[in-house]
């Protein structure tokens, strides 16, 4: 009898997992920055989108259900006509779809695993990223995430979709890399 009550106790102590805290990402301390290319030649155009909001939950040791809101009307470059058009129906439309999410489900060895969702159509991604304790007891959370547009239905001037674009053609992926601080909720 005692063996099975001490078995029961190693068990239930080897099972014990700390409680999560639940995180509230803070928008205007988070930045993000996304990062287009031209499938010819050096021209790389950047700009910012704005997070709307974000939770997750940390144990002190993993980072798991989160959910981030990005507010696509405020995509931005430094020109206003390529503003303009990223947020139109060639683009994102962002009057149609004005927010984008990221679900996040865990992350296993550095490694972020969830689904993206942009124009309404949802997949399953995966990048790394690294987390920060800073001294305040909020978190650092940073990374880069590689996105393939036309998976979302992003697809203009993709030589996937058209031909004889030559120097119009655009990559089909772009980064968005992201620092996103949060404290507890």
């Known amino acids: 009898m005692k063996t099975v009550l001490a078995f029961l106790l190693f068990l239930s102590l080897t099972s014990f997992q700390p409680a999560a805290t639940t995180y509230q990402a803070k928008p205007t301390a988070s930045q993000l920055t996304w990062t287009g290319h031209a499938e010819a030649g050096t021209w790389a155009p950047t700009g910012s989108v704005q997070l709307r909001r974000g939770t997750f939950e940390y ?3 993993t980072l ?3 959910r981030f809101e990005f507010d696509m009307s405020t995509i931005k470059h430094e020109d206003a006509k ?4 990223l947020r ?3 683009f994102f439309d962002a009057a ?3 927010t984008a999410v990221f679900v996040l489900r865990e992350v296993k ?3 972020a ?3 993206l969702t942009i124009k309404g159509i949802t997949m399953p991604v995966q990048f790394p990223l690294t987390l920060e304790r800073l001294p305040n007891g909020s978190l650092r959370v940073t990374g880069t995430a590689t996105i393939d547009r036309t998976q979302f239905g992003v697809n203009y001037n993709s030589s996937s979709f058209f031909q004889n674009l030559g120097s119009y053609a655009i990559r ?3 980064q968005l890399a992201f620092t996103v601080v949060a404290s507890k909720s």
Not at 82 to 85: G, K, N, P
Request: glycine residues 16%; charged residues 25%.
């Open 64 to 66: 798991r259900n989160g």
């Open 109 to 111: 060895n550095s490694t």
């Open 113 to 115: 695993i969830g689904q």
């Open 59 to 61: 144990d002190g040791q």
């Open 82 to 85: 390529l503003t303009e058009h």
């Open 96 to 98: 149609k779809y004005p």
């Open 172 to 174: 089909n992926d772009f």
């Open 88 to 90: 139109g129906t060639d």
